[in-house]
């Protein structure tokens, strides 16, 4: 029997689809924890994350997809789209290192709201109902996480953490908007860019051992690995579904660094952060059971 003749084949590639994205989602959730457990500063941190990350990736994707990888950087949709990721992979880190891991990942997973709302501005994609509900849940319950920003001294890094996500959230309608761009090779690039960026402000050569094996693996293992695992996992199964998978990341991330440095979220982010989730979570149930109902193809 061939694989195209297996009936099993449909449900055992939505496993392996769901089994990878969800693995991506725990790589990226330790992002916070390696960022604290560094003893750099944010742009060093951000130097030797991105240099290991482009690295590792130029090397992966020249391997899997030979030198056009490397050609489609002279494209100008993917230097818009590679520069848009830089400043999100930047903001994170910068963001990581002025308010609470909580925050800047719960407020960096309000990215699809705000790609929607740039969708329908910008595309004119039809927006329904229950997602404009959702995103003004989430607006709220972003507003209440960041309500006492200033007075904890935050205001700084819940802001970037928003302006990381209003970045990457461009980056993703600029990829609807030029089906024909290869988020791969943008984001191989996109690394690249940011290490340039941070380089001028980076000390790399006070950087500790210790400090340079985390920072090895923050780029390669957490951002690397993971990207190449969703890349992979996303395209066999619904985008609903990538979604709610995604959120592993929102809820680990902030798990581990309380778990290991006893980083407690305060009540705001605790109370904001569940409106948030919760906006996510109902999305794309609904999303989900409307598409079986429907008979829509999930993607």
Do not use: K
């Amino acid at each position: 029997m061939t694989p195209s003749s297996d009936p099993a084949a449909p449900a055992t590639a939505t496993r392996r689809g769901t089994l990878l994205v969800a693995c991506a989602a725990v790589c990226w959730s330790t992002g916070g924890l390696i960022a604290r457990l560094v003893t750099t500063d944010p742009w060093t941190t951000n130097l030797w994350r991105s240099l290991f990350a482009s690295l590792f990736l130029a090397v992966a994707l020249g391997a899997i997809q030979g030198r056009e990888t490397f050609a489609l950087w002279r494209r100008w949709p993917v230097l818009t789209v590679a520069s848009c990721m830089a400043l999100a992979s930047t903001c994170f880190i910068l963001s990581l290192a002025r308010t609470s891991v909580a925050n800047t990942l719960i407020l960096m997973s309000t990215g699809p709201y705000v790609a929607g709302l740039l969708g329908w501005l910008l595309l004119g994609e039809r927006v329904l109902r229950r997602t404009w509900l959702a995103m003004g849940v989430a607006l709220a319950g972003a507003a209440v996480m960041v309500s006492g920003s200033y007075a904890r001294g935050t205001f700084v890094g819940d802001g970037l953490a928003i302006v990381m996500a209003a970045s990457f959230a461009t980056a993703t309608v600029l990829v609807r908007r030029h089906p024909e761009i290869s988020m791969a090779p943008a984001a191989a690039l996109a690394t690249a860019l940011t290490a340039l960026v941070a380089l001028p402000l980076a000390s790399p050569l006070q950087t500790a051992p210790r400090d340079l094996a985390l920072l090895a693996f923050f780029g390669i293992g957490q951002f690397g690995v993971g990207f190449l695992l969703f890349m992979v996992g996303a395209r066999a199964i619904p985008a609903a579904q990538t979604s709610l998978i995604g959120m592993l990341e929102t809820v680990l991330g902030p798990l581990w660094v309380w778990l290991v440095l006893n980083e407690r979220p305060t009540a705001a982010t605790v109370a904001g952060g569940a409106l948030i989730l919760a906006a996510l979570l109902a999305s794309g149930l609904m999303d989900a059971v409307s598409r079986r109902t429907s008979g829509l193809p999930a993607r």
